[in-house]
């Protein structure tokens, strides 16, 4: 017999969960794409979605994951043969630098392993070796969904001026936009990307690039780009249809018209903070869990250096895909497999998880999670030490006073 039955709980790093509120918007006949509410429906996404990034300047929307997000980049910002500095702490920062690589673009790779942040000096100094200025752009992830490091924007983007250099900074933010802090003027970004299924609590399907002046100017020689990624159209678009080059993705759009309305209610500052409170529970359970010798522990060791939006972590001898088997079939709830942090395949991979706590998620979503994991724990005889529960408790309990 199993206690999975009833609402389950997708505590993956995207999808997710969604809304009932969205859920219940895209639950509607379609409308006339042509005209009418369809135009000012996308002007508002717009301006709304440029609001959440905290940014004056330019905001693009297409049909398309995450990935289609860097080949827009690519795309509108390189010719073949340019060179890209791609700063890599995980899994998706290499997948940026493998999609670019494909589309004839030049990859200039630091890489900073599984466990520590893109160094600013390290920056400083190939950008400053760089004494042809061959090096157009300097790629990061704000957080890498994979191994959960969160990387210091404001301080690449002063190793950036302090090596006096021209190069633009790009920032895939796809799974830290509306729950980790993020200031795209305030902190220099030229060109920031993010998708629907995350913070944002839309269903797959939508992608969103930002582009400063100065990204639009470096990129009108582009010779990688295509009509359907061409940026122009997007940004400054004389009919709805070049929105999306095409079809409106109708359904998408009313789901987050209500999304953004739902940020704007609770205020980014807000919004940020929760996250904060919410991920340092789940490390508190894992510091609990961890005491005493266990093989169980976060990624990442610095709290500052954590998403807020998903952990990391390593529960050894295969456990961390034993637990995330039973915690499926006996308990409702889905956690994310380990990416990049073995290779595929092999048994180490098994002793890797994530656990998501982005967009729609509250204390008791979260509590929720800690005390299913703390039953499989001890329901499948994984070492561990006591109280992981209570410590979360505490946490959300020294918010509330």
């Given at each position: 017999m199993s206690?999975?039955?009833?609402?389950?709980?997708?505590?993956?790093p995207?999808?997710?969960?969604?809304?009932d509120?969205?859920?219940?918007a895209?639950h509607?006949?379609a409308p006339n794409i042509?005209e009418?509410?369809?135009?000012?429906?996308?002007?508002g996404?717009?301006?709304?979605l440029?609001?959440v990034?905290?940014?004056?300047?330019?905001?693009?929307?297409?049909?398309a994951?995450?990935?289609?997000?860097?080949?827009?980049?690519?795309?509108?910002?390189?010719?073949?043969g340019e060179?890209?500095?791609v700063?890599?702490?995980?899994r998706?920062?290499h997948?940026?630098a493998?999609?670019?690589?494909r589309?004839g673009?030049?990859?200039?790779m630091?890489?900073?392993?599984l466990?520590s942040?893109?160094d600013?000096?390290?920056l400083?100094?190939?950008?400053r070796?760089?004494?042809?200025r061959?090096i157009?752009?300097?790629f990061?992830?704000?957080m890498d969904?994979a191994?959960s490091?969160?990387n210091?924007?404001p301080?690449?983007r002063a190793?950036i001026d302090?090596?006096?250099?021209?190069a633009?900074?790009?920032?895939?933010c796809?799974?830290?936009l509306a729950?980790?802090?993020?200031?795209?003027?305030d902190?220099?970004?030229?060109?920031m990307i993010s998708?629907?299924?995350?913070?944002?609590?839309?269903p797959p399907?939508l992608?969103f690039?930002f582009a400063s002046?100065?990204a639009?100017?470096?990129?009108?020689a582009a010779?990688?780009?295509t009509?359907?990624?061409?940026w122009?159209p997007?940004?400054f678009?004389?009919?709805?249809y070049e929105?999306?080059?095409?079809?409106?993705?109708?359904?998408h759009?009313f789901?987050?018209r209500?999304?953004l309305?739902?940020?704007a209610?609770?205020g980014?500052?807000a919004?940020?903070?929760?996250?904060a409170?919410l991920?340092?529970?789940l490390?508190?359970?894992?510091d609990?869990?961890?005491?005493?010798?266990?093989?169980?522990?976060l990624?990442?060791?610095?709290?500052a250096?954590r998403?807020?939006?998903?952990?990391a972590?390593r529960i050894g001898g295969?456990?961390a895909?034993r637990l995330?088997?039973?915690l499926?079939a006996e308990?409702g709830?889905?956690?994310?497999?380990?990416?990049?942090?073995?290779?595929?395949g092999?048994?180490e991979?098994d002793s890797?998880?994530?656990v998501?706590?982005?967009?729609h998620?509250?204390a008791?979503?979260?509590l929720?999670v800690i005390?299913s994991?703390?039953a499989?724990l001890?329901?499948l005889?994984?070492?561990h030490?006591?109280?992981?529960?209570?410590?979360?408790a505490k946490?959300i309990?020294?918010?509330?006073?």
């Amino acid at each position: 017999m199993s206690l999975a039955n009833g609402r389950t709980y997708l505590a993956i790093p995207g999808p997710s969960a969604l809304p009932d509120r969205v859920l219940r918007a895209m639950h509607r006949a379609a409308p006339n794409i042509y005209e009418g509410e369809i135009e000012t429906l996308a002007a508002g996404l717009v301006r709304d979605l440029k609001s959440v990034a905290l940014t004056r300047y330019h905001c693009g929307i297409y049909i398309a994951n995450g990935h289609g997000l860097w080949e827009a980049v690519n795309a509108n910002l390189f010719s073949r043969g340019e060179t890209a500095l791609v700063m890599a702490t995980g899994r998706f920062g290499h997948g940026w630098a493998e999609y670019a690589r494909r589309m004839g673009i030049t990859v200039e790779m630091l890489d900073f392993g599984l466990k520590s942040p893109a160094d600013p000096a390290q920056l400083e100094a190939a950008l400053r070796a760089d004494t042809d200025r061959k090096i157009k752009a300097v790629f990061v992830t704000h957080m890498d969904t994979a191994t959960s490091i969160r990387n210091d924007i404001p301080a690449l983007r002063a190793a950036i001026d302090a090596a006096g250099h021209p190069a633009l900074l790009a920032v895939d933010c796809i799974a830290s936009l509306a729950c980790d802090e993020f200031r795209m003027d305030d902190w220099g970004v030229d060109i920031m990307i993010s998708a629907s299924q995350k913070g944002l609590m839309v269903p797959p399907g939508l992608g969103f690039l930002f582009a400063s002046d100065k990204a639009l100017e470096a990129g009108k020689a582009a010779d990688l780009r295509t009509p359907y990624w061409d940026w122009t159209p997007r940004l400054f678009p004389d009919y709805v249809y070049e929105y999306f080059g095409g079809t409106a993705p109708t359904h998408h759009m009313f789901g987050l018209r209500e999304s953004l309305d739902m940020i704007a209610e609770e205020g980014l500052e807000a919004i940020w903070a929760r996250h904060a409170t919410l991920s340092q529970s789940l490390w508190a359970a894992f510091d609990a869990w961890s005491a005493g010798g266990h093989d169980i522990a976060l990624n990442v060791a610095d709290p500052a250096l954590r998403s807020h939006s998903v952990t990391a972590a390593r529960i050894g001898g295969g456990n961390a895909e034993r637990l995330r088997k039973w915690l499926e079939a006996e308990a409702g709830v889905t956690l994310g497999i380990g990416l990049g942090m073995a290779e595929p395949g092999t048994p180490e991979i098994d002793s890797y998880l994530r656990v998501a706590h982005m967009g729609h998620v509250n204390a008791h979503m979260t509590l929720g999670v800690i005390a299913s994991m703390e039953a499989g724990l001890q329901a499948l005889g994984i070492p561990h030490g006591a109280g992981g529960v209570a410590a979360a408790a505490k946490v959300i309990a020294r918010h509330g006073r």
